[in-house]
Structures are given as structure tokens and as C-alpha cells.
């Protein structure tokens, strides 16, 4: 091992200042894990590092680009958050020793090892691995382990062992329908590395979009993007600064389908005639590429032979999802051409198509990946499958013999909690697959769909919910409690923000727009509402705000709050515990529940109190705080009502029935109250107290559960 030692330059490292030294605290073994994926195994001992003066990098190992990039993140992502700068090569720093054999290949390829070990003792920081890309992993998880503990910044003294539970741990990012510039992905690749995300899966042209350039067919990207593409120069910037944190990128092409911005400068090449304009709505359309036209094969040849040369990753992905089948049914033509080759129907020519793609692309030396509809018997054994439309297409794509990857329950744009993602596995136990099967199963991917987002709101609506894929991807199968891992997408939401992520801008934007005063109470009560309403879930936003389109601002409620609402999932906890959990939880449960309520009377009040800015999204929060006022003053009576032994009329029990189905109606802000469960099982038990005084909490809750089901919030 040819070894050298490495110190940044002094001229960008201060170290902290030696006060925040004192007060260090002990942890105790029993310590829960902070960080985001949590690792394979790890032991806490009862020590911690105190980190004022910094730590001293040594590298053991043959030099890395990569390593000194990750040790100049770290470094900036600590002083943005522990206040100065943190590798220093001051004398008596304790060390942080980085060891490895060799560098890893210079762009990532799947199945890499990425294993590392990191010990933390009094005398520094140790991490070990194999090669340079193990390291990057380690970094990681030492860039989210230090704790505030009085006035001090520690590192735990702890040892890890860790390595992936899968290969393929990816996101994937639709550039397409709304644009995504150059620092979009730039940021987004930073809080990928903090997670040890490793594919950046780039979708690249839609009907609503093509975003890159091609020279060999520049009226694709000039006709298809209004302007807004990346220049291969920008591509090669992404791969090169996706590689230097061990991230492969896959482009995505999303084709026979999917495909009007394409047919804008290539109306020959539809199914059926044009002219065509680049799309506007939200959908599924109908045009698609004519497979029965050499033509569409020799600029594809042209085009993705292009596209083979610009990205070096082996995998190359031609979409394949929705085609309609409205433009090949009514083409006289492609009917006799399906005839003629006994292609069977609509699917058989689709599997003819890509055929004749995946031959193209091997001439590159590339393989085929595409969503669930590819999966035919003519498919070449080795193309990958994404899957998205059920939980079966994980293990039908297996059992034909393809690798695979699962996106399904991993569609972040449909504002699901983190915690449904969280525990959705792509190889749940029973999979029925054999162990030769259970192989093809290379990861899964988050898929961030653009059609209710923009540069500005993408990061709030990746981070923190991704990072809990993260760690379905990374963490043993076993790491699977939902109580664990909110309190560390908290946590790991700073230091995203301190990586540079904008996850928390529009929230705080709005907090700043919306108030209408400077004054800080006014400003916290705007904040609590926000923080209370969430978007609604799955394709409905599409229903509520049917004006959305490619050209419509992102200025509604919906738009600067978090997918999943801080406070209205604390109080469905709480409630949880106030009415099924053990006696000894209910005094703190209750508390919480009365402490909540009081504050979102006193919130609502003081925004509808407050001066109004001519907003739509202010006009959509005063109407939230509205009817959060009525509910808040619904669960002070029905707690109050369990609590003095009084049970409500039947006049009482009607009108708090009326007003939890108004709340629950669709609005146009396409926002919603997920707490609203909560109050019908506190209404349940209040108005039929004597049915649930005798219950065991199992009982309790499982009569609940027949009263007022889990998933009662969903329409
Ligand atoms: C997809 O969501 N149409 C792949």
C-alpha cells in the first residue's frame, strides 16, 4: 500500500473555538442511532470526542481526488452548522485517519464494494476500507455523528461495521416536465452522498420536454425545450461531480411514449400526422413513435449513439411506460405491419421496438433498462426492469430472469409519510422468489415526478422522505421502527440544510410572505399552520387544481408546505398513545394533546388576526386556520368530555360529525389535515366511553380500528 499523509490547506480551516469544549457529555451505551441509513452494526461505548479543536485528516491510502473532495464537503457542511471551520492541521487536534488499499474505478460501476468500518476513540477518528469509494460511504456517517450537548460539539465514541443491502440505491429526477437546472442536480448530488444514495437517474425528455442537447439532431432539444436543456458540457459536469461522490448516472429517454417533444421537430416519425407542440399538460397522451418507419431507427441510431458516448454508465434507460395504444390502433398501417410480422398486438410491437433498440444500444456496449411495460418474452434476459405499477412487478420481472429495481411505493411526488416508503421492501419476507431470483433484486429507486414541482420546491419534497429509501436501500432488512426514524429525519434535515439542500426554503419563504408582519408571534403562528396542512395524496392534486400545467405558477398552499405535516403527525401519535397505549404513556400523551390544541387555537387566531397580503396561498392559509380553529376547539371538547366522565348529546356528536366531513372535503388549495383520524377515534371513544373503559389498550385498539380505520384520511 503506497501511503501518504494529507493536510487541506491552513488557509480554509480555523478551528472552533476551545470554550465550546467544555461540559462534554458521556453517552451510554444504550445510545440510539442518529444517523440516516443506520448502519449494519454499530456499538456505542461510554466516551465522546470533544471536536473544538477540530480533527486532523491523515489519508493512509494512494491519494484520491474523490477523498479530498469528501473531506472539503465534510468540512463545509460542518462549519456551516457547528459554527467555524473543523478540519484543522493545528498540532494536538486529534486525528482522523482514513486507510485504503486503492482507488476505486474513476466512474462508480454497480456492485462496487462500498463496505467501510469507523471507530471513534479519544485519540480521533478512524475509517477503514478497501477503496477510496468505501471511504465516501464512511465520511458519511461521520459527517452526521456529531451531537450539541451544552455548549459543545462531540463525536460519540462508537464502533461500525457497515456495507449496502443493495447495490442499486437510486433517485431518480424528472428534468423534464418541469426544468431542473444545472445547481438542482448539483445540490441534490451532495444530499445523495450524505444518504449514500448511488444511482442519479435522470429523465430526460417527456412529452413536456426534451433537456439535452444532441449535436447530431439539434432541432430535438432547440424545437423540444423552450431553451431549457443541458449542454453536453453540463452533462459531463453532472457525471463528473456525480462520480467524485460515488453516484453513477443513468440517463432515461422515454420512448416509444411519452415522447411529443420529440415528434415537435420529427412529426414524421409520430404514429400518426401532425403537426405536434410541446405538451403543456399533465397526463398520459397520444403520440408515439411510428415503430414500423426505418427512419425512427435511424435517428434513434443517431440519438442514442450520441447519448451511449456522453454517458459511460453501461445502463441506459428508453422508458417504455404508458403508451395508450390510441395512435398505433388508428394507423391502418402499424395494424398491417403488426399483422405482417406476427407481432401478435399493441405489446408485441412494443417488444419489436425494443428489440431494435436494445440491438442499437449493444452496438454501444450498453443494456437496456426500462419501466414495467418492456417485460415481454422477447426481452433480452439482461435488460433491468423499473418497477412502478404494483407490488408484483418486483417479482415477475425476477422470475423471468431480469435484474430489477423496485420504484413502486417509492413515488415521492405523491406525498405520502416517509414511514409508508420506509416499510416498503424490495424483498419483503414470503417474496416467494429463490435465492438465484432474490439476486436479480438490485435496489430500489425514489422517483421525483415533476409535474408539482419546481427548482425551487424539489429539494422540500426529495429530503427528508428520501432518505428514509436510503435507508430501506442500505440498512439490514431488521431496521424497520417508524419511531426511530422520524426523530432522525429531523436530524438529518440539518444536515442537509447545512450540506446546501434547500429543503426547508419554501416553508420559510412563505413563513416570510404570508405573515404580513414583521412581528415574531405572528410569524411562529403562520410557521405552526404551515407546519399542521400537508398536500394532498396521490394523483388527486391533479382533481383539486385542474388549472395546474407546465406553464402554471407553483404558488398555492400545497407548494410551500411538507409533504408529510411535523405537527399533525406528532398529535396522531400522540393520540395514538392517549388512546391505545399503556396507562403509564397517557398523562405525558395527554398533555401533549391538550399543549397542541391550545397552541393551534392561538395560532389560527393570530393569523386570521393578522394583516392579509393579497396572496393565493395567503387566502388558502387563512381558510386553513378557519377551520384548524373549529378542530382544535372539536378535540378540546371531546378530550375534555373523556376526561370529566361526560358524554356528548346527540346534537353535539352530529355537529362534530358535519364538521370532520367538511375538513375532509377536496379544496382547491390541495391541501389537507392528517390528523383528522385522531379526533373521529377521540370522538368514537367519548361518545361511547363505556364500551371502551374495561378494554385492554390491544383491545381498545382494535375495536378503534373497526370504528375508525387506519387509513379513514385517504380518499
Ligand atoms: C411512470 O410512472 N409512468 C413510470
Known amino acids: 500500500m503506497k501511503q501518504r499523509s494529507f493536510s487541506p490547506s491552513s488557509s480554509s480551516f480555523i478551528s472552533l473555538c476551545a470554550a465550546l469544549l467544555l461540559g462534554a457529555p458521556s453517552l451510554a451505551n444504550a445510545t440510539p442511532a442518529t444517523m440516516i441509513p443506520v448502519p449494519s452494526s454499530l456499538s456505542y461505548a461510554a466516551d465522546s470526542l470533544p471536536l473544538g479543536h477540530g480533527l486532523v485528516p491523515q489519508v493512509e491510502g494512494p491519494g484520491s481526488a474523490r477523498v479530498q473532495q469528501a473531506l472539503a464537503r ?22 482522523l485517519k482514513l486507510h485504503y488499499a486503492s482507488n476505486g474505478p474513476a466512474i462508480p460501476v454497480l456492485g462496487e464494494d462500498e463496505s467501510y468500518s469507523l471507530s471513534v476513540d479519544a485519540s480521533g477518528v478512524d475509517i477503514r476500507a478497501a477503496t477510496d469509494l468505501g471511504i465516501l460511504r464512511g465520511l458519511a456517517t461521520l459527517t452526521q455523528l456529531p451531537r450539541a450537548t451544552d455548549q459543545a460539539w462531540t463525536l460519540p465514541c462508537l464502533r461500525i461495521q457497515d456495507s449496502p ?19 438542482v442536480v448539483l445540490r441534490n448530488l451532495d444530499a445523495m452522498a450524505l444518504v449514500k444514495l448511488n444511482v442519479l437517474h435522470l429523465h430526460l425528455s417527456e412529452d413536456q420536454g426534451f433537456r439535452i442537447e444532441s449535436l447530431t439532431h439539434p432541432e430535438l432539444h432547440i424545437q423540444g425545450s423552450d431553451g431549457h436543456y443541458f449542454t453536453q458540457e453540463q452533462i ?14 443513468v440517463p432515461e429517454f422515454d420512448i416509444p411514449g411519452h415522447a411529443t417533444s420529440w415528434v415537435v421537430s420529427h412529426p414524421e416519425l409520430a404514429s400518426l400526422p401532425g403537426p405536434y407542440k410541446i405538451e403543456r399538460e399533465w397526463g398520459i397522451f397520444d403520440p408515439v413513435l411510428d415503430p414500423t418507419k426505418e427512419a425512427t431507427y435511424a435517428l434513434l441510431a443517431d440519438v442514442l449513439g450520441e447519448m451511449c458516448a456522453l454517458f459511460p454508465d453501461p445502463y441506459f434507460h428508453i422508458g417504455g411506460d404508458e403508451n395508450n395504444g390510441v395512435q398505433w390502433n388508428a394507423n391502418p398501417d402499424i395494424q398491417a405491419f403488426i399483422r405482417e410480422h406476427q407481432l401478435v398486438d399493441n405489446p408485441g410491437l412494443h417488444a419489436h421496438f425494443n428489440q431494435r433498440v436494445a440491438a442499437l444500444l449493444a452496438k454501444h456496449g450498453k443494456k437496456v433498462m426500462g419501466w414495467d411495460e418492456i417485460l415481454h418474452p422477447k426481452l433480452p434476459a439482461q435488460a ?12 415477475e420481472a425476477a422470475k423471468a430472469g431480469h435484474p430489477v429495481v423496485l420504484s413502486n411505493g417509492y413515488y415521492i411526488d405523491l406525498c405520502y409519510p416517509a414511514s409508508d416508503h420506509y416499510l416498503n421492501d424490495p424483498l419483503p419476507e414470503g417474496n416467494g422468489l429463490t435465492p438465484e431470483q432474490q439476486a436479480l433484486v438490485l435496489g430500489g429507486e425514489a422517483t421525483m415526478w415533476a409535474e408539482w414541482v419546481n427548482p425551487d420546491t424539489v429539494d422540500s419534497r426529495i429530503w427528508p422522505r428520501t432518505a428514509a429509501i436510503a435507508e430501506r436501500l442500505w440498512s439490514p432488512p431488521t431496521a424497520r421502527d417508524t419511531a426511530s426514524l422520524y426523530p432522525r429525519l429531523d436530524t438529518v434535515s440539518d444536515w442537509f440544510e447545512a450540506g446546501g439542500s434547500l429543503l426547508r426554503l419554501p416553508l ?6 404570508l405573515s404580513g408582519s414583521a412581528l415574531p408571534e405572528v410569524r411562529e403562528a403562520v410557521r405552526c399552520v404551515l407546519n399542521t396542512v400537508e398536500p394532498i395524496k396521490r394523483y388527486r392534486r391533479g382533481q383539486a387544481q385542474p388549472e395546474g400545467n407546465q406553464l402554471a405558477p407553483l404558488n398555492t398552499l400545497a ?8 405537527l399533525a403527525r406528532q398529535f396522531r401519535e400522540a393520540a395514538d398513545s392517549y388512546l391505545c397505549g399503556p396507562d403509564s404513556d397517557k398523562g405525558a400523551a395527554l398533555a401533549a394533546l391538550r399543549g397542541q390544541l391550545a397552541q393551534w387555537r392561538q395560532a389560527s387566531d393570530l393569523v386570521l388576526r393578522s394583516p392579509s397580503p393579497a396572496l393565493r396561498a395567503r387566502w388558502e392559509l387563512d381558510r386553513a386556520a378557519r377551520t384548524l380553529a373549529e378542530l382544535a376547539a372539536l378535540g378540546q371538547e371531546l378530550l375534555e368530555a373523556i376526561e370529566g366522565g361526560t358524554t356528548p348529546g346527540t346534537a353535539q356528536v352530529d355537529k362534530a360529525k358535519a364538521l370532520l366531513e367538511r375538513a375532509a372535503k377536496t379544496n382547491s388549495s390541495a391541501t389537507e389535515f392528517r390528523f383528522l383520524i385522531s379526533l373521529r377515534r377521540l370522538l368514537a371513544v367519548a361518545s361511547a366511553p363505556t364500551q371502551f373503559t374495561s378494554l385492554s389498550p390491544e383491545a381498545r385498539r382494535r375495536l378503534l380500528e373497526q370504528r375508525v380505520p387506519h387509513d379513514s384520511d385517504l380518499p
Open 74 to 95: 465534510l468540512d463545509a457542511t460542518w462549519s456551516r452548522r457547528l459554527g467555524g471551520k473543523s478540519l484543522t492541521p493545528g498540532a494536538g487536534a486529534p486525528y
Open 165 to 183: 443491502r443493495f447495490a442499486w440505491r437510486g433517485l431518480m429526477l424528472d428534468v423534464a416536465r418541469h426544468w431542473m437546472p444545472l445547481e
Open 236 to 249: 459531463r459536469t453532472i457525471i463528473r461531480e456525480a462520480a467524485l461522490r460515488g453516484i453513477r448516472v
Open 384 to 395: 433491468l426492469i423499473q418497477s412502478w405499477r404494483g407490488p408484483d412487478g418486483v417479482r
Open 508 to 513: 420559510e419563504r412563505a413563513v416570510t410572505e
Open 559 to 566: 407548494d410551500c408546505v411538507f409533504p408529510e405535516a411535523r
